[in-house]
């Protein structure tokens, strides 16, 4: 079974621009996951997404955003890029979430750096 | 709001021996899941065991167990005859209804080193 899959592994952008994050879940998952890990911050949950729907948004500005697709992937954008939004952005995904009991699954992160 | 702490930065452990690792939590909620997760270097964050708040039996996966005590908010991890696949970062989370429904909340990490 493949895991959760996510692209690109490293991305480099400079201040302003934007960035597009993408991740596929676990086949049969339809809840996807995103959390910032950045330098000394520690693991921060940014969105939940199920069926296409925001679920859930961690304590974010709007820049971040992000969809989630029919076959359920799912993208994350970052606009405006700062030097903060530097990090690890790992994407999870589950089983529904109705039930707070279904583990998260993650994937290997997409490492984005801000110059 | 949830707050999860790992007060160890660091433990290091000798190959084959026993260690504990902490995780304290804060919550009003009566329902709730735990869960520890490991980071290797790979960065792929890995499900190690996780521990329904109902259950008063103590989750263990193989040589992975823990000592969940509801009422003091602990949820501390022991990993037996270490190994040196073992070593990694080590995170305790919280995941429960409410407002903080599909999120989980993590402690800071606890990076564990093994020893040959």
């Known amino acids: 079974e493949a895991g959760v899959t996510q692209s690109p592994t490293h991305l480099i952008k400079t201040r302003g621009q934007q960035a597009t994050l993408r991740c596929s879940p676990i086949s049969g998952h339809t809840s996807v996951y995103w959390y910032q890990q950045a330098l000394g911050l520690g693991l921060q949950f940014l969105l939940w997404y199920d069926e296409g729907e925001e679920r859930n948004r961690g304590n974010f500005p709007p820049r971040f955003s992000g969809r989630q697709f029919p076959n359920y992937s799912s993208e994350l954008n970052v606009n405006a890029l700062e030097l903060e939004d530097s990090a690890l952005y790992l994407c999870?995904?589950?089983?529904?979430?109705?039930?707070?009991?279904?583990?998260?699954?993650f994937g290997d992160g997409t490492r984005l750096s801000i110059l | 709001a949830q707050t999860v702490t790992q007060s160890q930065p660091e433990m290091s452990v000798q190959e084959a021996e026993t260690v504990t690792l902490s995780c304290t939590y804060d919550t009003s909620e009566s329902d709730y899941y735990l869960f520890w997760y490991k980071q290797p270097p790979s960065r792929q964050m890995i499900l190690v065991i996780r521990?329904?708040?109902?259950?008063?039996q103590n989750a263990t996966e193989n040589r992975f167990s823990v000592n969940f005590q509801k009422a003091a908010k602990s949820f501390s991890l022991k990993i037996s005859d270490s190994q040196l696949g073992d070593a990694a970062m080590y995170f305790c989370?919280?995941?429960?209804?409410?407002?903080?429904?599909?999120?989980?909340?993590f402690g800071q990490g606890t990076i564990l080193t093994v020893h040959p």
């Open positions: 521990q329904e708040a109902y259950k008063q």
């Open positions: 999870a995904s589950s089983l529904f979430a109705g039930q707070t009991n279904q583990p998260q699954h």
């Open positions: 989370a919280y995941n429960a209804g409410g407002t903080s429904y599909g999120k989980l909340t």
